[in-house]
């Protein structure tokens, strides 16, 4: 708990403002994701929007990132790099969306479908979207981050799908990335570490962003030392929002 940093009532505020901000983009970008519409369209549309709020994109220059979102098609996991690439019916096509505003982080990923989309691919959306649902609600001062991972691998499991393993939900407040870190599936070990027995305290605010895959959950690191893609070519699907730990229990700052 040392190194994690409790927010306290003004902070929580200012991260609602800034993820109040991720999803009016995402609902800004929604009738433009459509059969045709190029992912490096998208991106432009989501700098300008994010700009035009007196915001600043969170992802450009991170760590060398060179664009606005991160965007992962079909087989596509996370960190994905925009590209010319134009959408096609059918396609699944996950965007995360990072803003800085007044000195506070929001955070979040939705993963869209496009036109008419696969039995498979809905499924895999919509369970995605049900897994994230019910991680937020084990969400309470006193349950532990192993409740999260659980609550999401549980469901996805149930259903025929895997959970990615590699990359995780993270801390957020005045900096992009902070403690904790919030894992997505628990190993099956008796003995946890630290981090999976951490307890949940008032004033924590973290995102959860399960990446479910169709297939294995084995992934594979692209070329541009970026993009994360499935290991096997299965569709992958991403939902995330940014949580605070109220009293009550769960409090979704990116609506």
């Known amino acids: 708990m040392s ?17 109040g901000l991720v999803a009016e983009t995402f609902r800004y970008l929604e009738p433009f994701v459509k059969p045709g519409a190029s992912l490096l369209e998208l991106d432009k549309l989501a700098e300008d929007y994010i700009r035009s709020k007196g915001a600043i994109p969170a992802y450009i220059g991170y760590r060398g990132f060179p664009n606005t979102i991160c965007v992962a098609v079909n087989e596509g996991i996370c960190h994905g790099i925009p590209s010319p690439y134009r959408l096609r019916e059918g396609d699944i096509v996950g965007v995360d969306i990072g803003v800085q505003l007044n000195g506070y982080y929001g ?84 003995s946890l570490n630290s981090t999976y027995n951490t307890r949940l305290k008032e004033g924590m605010v973290f995102t959860i962003e399960p990446m479910i895959n169709a297939g294995h959950y084995a992934t594979k690191l692209l070329a541009d030392q970026w993009t994360v893609v499935t290991a096997d070519g299965s569709l992958s699907a991403q939902f995330e929002h940014t949580i605070a730990v109220t009293s009550k229990g769960a409090d979704i700052l990116t609506l």
């Not at 190194?3 to 993820?19: H, S, Y």
């Not at 532990?144 to 895997?162: M, N, P, T, V």
């Open 107 to 190: 955070d979040a990923c939705y993963t869209y479908t496009v036109g008419h989309v696969s039995p498979l691919a809905r499924k895999l959306v919509e369970t995605t979207r049900e897994c994230l649902e019910a991680a937020i609600k084990t969400v309470k001062p006193g349950s532990y981050i192993k409740d999260i991972g659980f609550a999401i691998q549980e469901l996805a499991e149930s259903r025929g799908f895997s959970v990615v393993r590699e990359y995780i939900g993270h801390g957020i407040g005045k900096k992009l990335h902070e403690q904790p870190d919030i894992p997505h599936w628990v190993p099956k070990s008796r």
């Open 3 to 19: 190194r994690i940093t409790l927010k306290n009532a003004q902070d929580i505020e200012a991260l609602r403002k800034a993820g």
